[in-house]
């Protein structure tokens, strides 16, 4: 990036660590209130239940489940991270599971972002054994180029090309989270976080 544009990107109060900014926090906004209407006319009006897999979708589930006047109910799932690494190693695992009863329940799986696909295949996998009476799922970004093990969400916020992204809930070595925007991370602030 030339100094102008990077001078141009602090003037508009863009976090300096971004290299360019994919969808600023109106742009998630009105897609987060036109993805809460699809999944609306899916449901109807029954009740379900939504299983956020955290950190990660903490931003996108409140900003969603405030979208949908359904009776909904939460739980929170916990996934091993990267780390600080921007690529998926090894094998996701559970590090804290939900606690309610999905049994017989629709269940709404909610992330931040589909990659490989490991990571939701795996949740995808421990809900079923809970034998709920539907499973869909729904994630706010969507790197299909990426993908290992095939893995499709029934609900998409937006389709992103192969880059290492940041903002509303989505970290590099937990920081960037709070970004009220989704941006691409500069190589640069990619290299030994502290
Ligand atoms: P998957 O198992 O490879 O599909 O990875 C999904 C998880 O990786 C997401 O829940 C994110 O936590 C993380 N992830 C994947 N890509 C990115 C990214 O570009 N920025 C931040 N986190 C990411
Ligand atoms: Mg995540």
Do not use: W
């Amino acid at each position: 990036m030339t100094a102008a544009k990077s001078n141009v990107l602090r003037r508009a109060g863009i976090h300096p660590d971004l290299a360019s900014v994919l969808f600023t926090d109106a742009q998630i906004k009105r897609r987060v209130h036109s993805l809460a209407a699809e999944i609306k006319a899916v449901y109807g009006a029954r009740e379900f239940t939504i299983v956020s897999l955290i950190n990660g979708a903490v931003m996108f589930t409140a900003d969603l489940m405030r979208q949908i006047d359904n009776p909904v109910r939460l739980d929170c799932i916990r996934v091993s991270s990267y780390g600080a690494l921007t690529k998926s190693v090894g094998v996701p695992q559970v590090i804290a599971s939900i606690t309610i009863d999905i049994t017989n329940r629709d269940v709404l799986l909610v992330d931040d972002i589909l990659d490989t696909g490991k990571t939701l295949t795996l949740v995808a996998e421990l809900i079923r054994k809970q034998k709920p009476s539907s499973l869909r799922s729904c994630v706010l970004l969507d790197k299909k180029s990426r993908r290992e093990v095939p893995f499709q969400a029934d609900f998409v916020g937006f389709d992103i090309p192969d880059k290492f992204v940041v903002g509303y809930g989505l970290d590099f070595a937990e920081r960037y989270r709070n970004l009220p925007c989704i941006g691409v991370l500069k190589p640069a602030a990619q290299a030994a976080p502290k």
